[in-house]
Every structure is written in structure tokens, then in C-alpha cells.
């Protein structure tokens, strides 16, 4: 069985089969909407749905599974290349304790096979219970016979305090990708804001070193969050990026230790005090899931257009989906 899709105030229209999830059936139409988790939990695919007489409900569409025929109006619409997507066994290359809490896990792909994917999408991890793990590749794309992530650990997480220990170099993990909408807009000749957390690092590398070997020569600007130095994991590169004039580097703690002489507070509001106005910025926000919804609101009442908000925010996604 097969219902129609109509998006509101448009002539787009695609089937979605029984079972399929909305957001799913526009992805193999070939119509990219707004999205991250896939799970229910970040709010970035909601849109309204229509009931018969015409008045709109609040749903997330990587979770509406239609039983009938509908109108829809998501936040954006937008014709793409149909996404093929990869499922395969990547080998266990190397794995690096950069931090207290974070690995760098590089994973080689089997050979012949290459990682298609725009530089800031994620994966999905899947794991013998049947759950999947999303993480953000952090190398650029053109480096495809691998991927990097960069895995933060939860206490008691199932892959990243579990899994991940046990793993052997020569092991084996299954993965699914490429996935997300964070990824680098290139229609636009805006200065870029990075804003990112923790992990959220990971993505913000893979754009920024795609950049650099493409030359793209936009003005990029990246605050990177902490609590401690010590959590700036990769801070070395961060600040060969500022040496060689790539990227403007703003570290900032929230828990600054003795001697530390730079920017301490939130880091989306180190953003706010360079920036009172950011109505001619794009932003690219990553990490802590309270961190891109805060900076979501305040940048938008900053000045910042609302579609120049780009984000992933990393939500824990093992936990059933709503129905
Ligand atoms: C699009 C996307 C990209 C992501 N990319 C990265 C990445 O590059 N690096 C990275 O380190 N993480 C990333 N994450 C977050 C990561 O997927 C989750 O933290 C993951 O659930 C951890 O799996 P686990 O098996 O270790 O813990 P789980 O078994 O999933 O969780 C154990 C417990 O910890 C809680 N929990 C798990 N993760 C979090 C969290 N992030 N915040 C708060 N509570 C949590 C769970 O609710 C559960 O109670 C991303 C998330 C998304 C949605
Ligand atoms: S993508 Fe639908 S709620 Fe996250």
C-alpha cells in the first residue's frame, strides 16, 4: 500500500509506502528536508501535518508514518541527487586516546569500496542488539578509503564506554552512511561562525580541512567549548589553522583552571559579545544538544536569518523513538 505526500503551497508530491516513515519517502523521491537525529529527539524535521480539514498539527516527520493520504509543510523542501546510502564492514585501523574522555577511532574501509559523503555528515554504527550509534565523520571526504570519528565517552554507554574498549585493531564494525544535512552550504559567500562543544569538533574539522584543500577562501571563525583545556582535544590543530591564517581560533572554558588567560563562560555567548549583530553570518553549530538550542534562539534574535542556522546536535539515540 502507497499514500501521496503533497507538500503545502507547492506542485511537489511523492509516494511514501506503508510503513515509511515521511521523511524517508522524500529522501528516496529525491527531496532533502531538514534533519539530524532520525529518532524523534532533536526537533530538526519538524513540519506540520494536515488533517482533513486543513488544519495543521505539529509532527516530526523522520517518525510520521502515514496510514493515509497527506499534506505536509516542512520547514524547507528542496530537490537533491537521490542519496545512495552504504552498509559495510569497516576494519578497525587505529584507535587513540586523545583525552580522558575522548578516542579518535579509524576505521578502513574494505578495499575498492570508497565513503562517499559531504564533509560534516555523520554515520550510523550498528550494534549486534539491533540499535544503531550516529557519529560525525571527522576527516574530509576526499580522504574516502577511511573514516574518522571522534567518540565521546558516556559512563555506561553501550558503544562508547563498551564496545569500544573491547574492539580490536583488525576488528570489525558494522556501518551505515552517509547521513545529516550538516554539512558545508557553498551557494553563499557569507562569513562562517563554527560553533561547537566537545565532539562537535569532529564535523567542524572535516569542513574545515575540506575547505583548505579546496581553497574555498570564506572567512571562517571557530569556538570550540569546553569545560577544561585539557577537553580541547585537538587544540593543536585548531591553532596551526590560526597560524596559517585559515581559521580564526577561540578557545573557551567554562571551568577555566589557574593560569588560563583566554576566554572563559558559554561559548555561544563569547559568539554574541563579537557579534551583537549576525544578520550577515551563517553558523554551523555542533555538540551539546542545550548548546545549539540556545544558540539557535539567541542568534536568530541576534539578527541571524533563521535558514543560515545550521546544526547537530548530539542527543543519545539508542532510547526507543516515540510512535
Ligand atoms: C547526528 C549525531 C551525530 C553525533 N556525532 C557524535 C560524534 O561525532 N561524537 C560523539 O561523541 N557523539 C556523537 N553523537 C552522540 C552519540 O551518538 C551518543 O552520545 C550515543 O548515544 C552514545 O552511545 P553509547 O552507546 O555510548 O551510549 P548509550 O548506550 O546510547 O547511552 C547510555 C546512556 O547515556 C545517555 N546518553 C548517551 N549519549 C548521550 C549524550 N550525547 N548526551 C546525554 N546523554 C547521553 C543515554 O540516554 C543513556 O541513558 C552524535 C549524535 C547525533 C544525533
Ligand atoms: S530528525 Fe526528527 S526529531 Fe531529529
Known sequence: MSYRIDVAN???SF??????TVLEAAERAGFAVPYSCRKGVCSECAGDVFDSEGVPERALLCCLRPCADATIAPRKIEKRERIVRKKVDALVFRKTEVSADVTVLQLRLPTGVRAKF???QYLQIHLDDGTVRNYSMANPPHQSDSVHLHVRRVPGGRFSD???????????LRIELPYGEFFFRENSEKP??????????????????????????RPLKLYWGTRHR?????????????????????????????????????VHLAVLEDHPSLASHQVYACGNPAMTATARESFIQAGLPAEEFFCDAFFSTSEPAPL
Do not use: M
Open 162 to 172: 563498551g564496545v569500544l574498549k573491547e574492539l580490536a585493531i583488525g576488528g570489525k
Open 10 to 12: 507547492s506542485d511537489i
Open 118 to 120: 559531504r564533509a560534516g
Open 192 to 217: 562562517v561562525i563554527f560553533v561547537a562543544t566537545g565532539t562537535g569538533f569532529a564535523p567542524v574539522k572535516s569542513i574545515v580541512e575540506d575547505a583548505i584543500r579546496r581553497q574555498l577562501g
Open 230 to 266: 585539557r577537553d580541547l582535544y585537538l587544540a593543536d590543530l585548531a591553532e596551526k589553522w590560526q597560524e596559517e591564517g585559515r581559521v580564526e581560533f577561540i578557545p573557551i572554558l567554562s571551568n577555566p583552571h589557574d593560569g588560563w588567560t583566554g576566554r572563559s563562560g558559554l
Open 15 to 20: 509516494p511514501c509506502e506503508d510503513g515509511e
